[in-house]
């Protein structure tokens, strides 16, 4: 098989191609935003910015890739979980969600964050991350496992949304001044409500023979529930960050 596969194999009513396609664009699309706003940027906020044209450029790579995975494995007449790029999902979570604990390190640095919350925040994301890869490879219809490491994840995920909404990110950003305060509940409301389309795409890819079979059953597929998860949270976390950089400059 060809493996520089033409996106005019993308069929009409593939969605899940099609998010991948419009996805890897708007991911361009927001990298090339934050990276060219660099220049016109206070020395004070640059590093935040240039994380977030990363995390989204990031993104747009593993896009690209995925795009082409989920078209060539639909030309090759496979169905079903053998369409999710799942190995380059989390490897480009694993990238960038530690990136975004970054940016909560970067806002409250100035009012005296450590670098040991940082690693707190990125080693509750690697868990949330690692654990929630092993229950999608590993769930099948006669094992639990896709239950137990999805709560395990859950809870990491919970951790982190306390240190935001209510920790010591809170504190730290509440004394660095309203605009971090403000970008930083912000931040927390995209990890309260966009980071929960995750888990929803979780259990819609799992749910195949497991307990939540029932109401997990979205008629949505997990790639699509991401795919839009990723945009929202991706390019939403990098204008709140440009907001903030905008909000205090002059
Ligand atoms: C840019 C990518 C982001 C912000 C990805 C975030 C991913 C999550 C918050 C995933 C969370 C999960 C759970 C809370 C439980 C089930 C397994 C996961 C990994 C889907």
């Not at 593939?14 to 664009?25: L, N, Q």
């Not at 409500?193 to 307990?211: D, F, H, K, R």
Request: aromatic letters at 16%; charged letters at 15%.
């Amino acid at each position: 098989m060809d493996i520089f596969l033409n996106i005019t194999q993308i069929k009409p009513d593939d969605y899940r191609a099609f998010t991948f396609f419009i996805g890897c664009m708007a991911m361009m699309a927001a990298s090339v935003f934050f990276f060219f706003e660099l220049g016109n940027t206070e020395k004070a906020w640059k590093t935040s910015l240039l994380v977030s044209g990363i995390i989204t450029f990031i993104a747009a790579v593993h896009y690209y890739y995925m795009r082409d995975y989920t078209i060539a494995m639909q030309v090759a007449g496979k169905s079903g979980k053998e369409l999710s790029p799942t190995f380059f999902r989390y490897v480009d979570w694993l990238l960038t969600v530690p990136l975004m604990c970054v940016e909560f390190y970067l806002i409250t640095k100035k009012a005296g964050a450590k670098i040991a919350l940082l690693w707190k925040l990125i080693l509750a994301s690697v868990v949330m991350l690692v654990t929630g890869y092993w229950g999608e490879v590993s769930a099948s219809a006669e094992n639990t496992n896709a239950t137990i490491w999805g709560t395990i994840s859950a809870l990491a995920y919970f951790y982190i949304l306390y240190e935001v909404m209510w920790g010591e990110v809170k504190t730290l950003a509440a004394s660095a001044g309203p605009a971090v305060a403000k970008a930083n509940n912000l931040l927390g409301w995209f990890v309260l409500v966009g980071w929960v389309i995750y888990p929803i795409g979780y259990l819609a890819g799992t749910a195949s023979g497991q307990w939540y079979a029932s109401f997990a059953n979205l008629g949505l597929d997990m790639d699509i529930i991401y795919n839009i998860g990723d945009a929202v949270n991706k390019i939403g976390f990098g204008l709140v960050i440009y907001s903030l950089s905008r909000s205090s400059s002059n």
